[in-house]
């Protein structure tokens, strides 16, 4: 089994997306997964959940993911966004992160757990009487 595989297995990266590549650098403890869709792809749109083509991609976007045997992992691509007919050009959404997230659900769901499990007001020597 090659990365590419492995991590689209790991990820649970599902059709239209896959991996297109996956550069590990050993030294810094950092993988780096890159995803892209395939072509000819109709997403929903966003505001009225009608299929539309892609109209075009933002720029290439990371999203810090849980790591990968102690390395730092993070998702990569180019958003696409859609033109619908009703409602114009939208950003389509990513099954790996909500909206305007630089996290993936997983991660955020993680650092919420953590964050529960932890006094953080006794750490930051706050009370909930203060503003």
Known sequence: MDSTELYR?????ATPWTVQRVEMDVHGLSVDVYLTHS?????VCPKCGRPCSVYD???ERR?????SCHFRTALHTQPPRIECPDDGVR???LPWSEAG???TRMFESLAIDVLLATDVM???????QQS
């Open 9 to 13: 297995q790991l990820l649970g990266v």
């Open 39 to 43: 072509s000819g792809t109709q997403f």
């Open 57 to 59: 991609h933002l720029a």
């Open 63 to 67: 999203w810090r993911h849980l790591d």
């Open 91 to 93: 950003q389509v959404e």
């Open 101 to 103: 997230s630089r996290f």
């Open 122 to 128: 006794r750490w930051l020597r706050l009370s909930e």
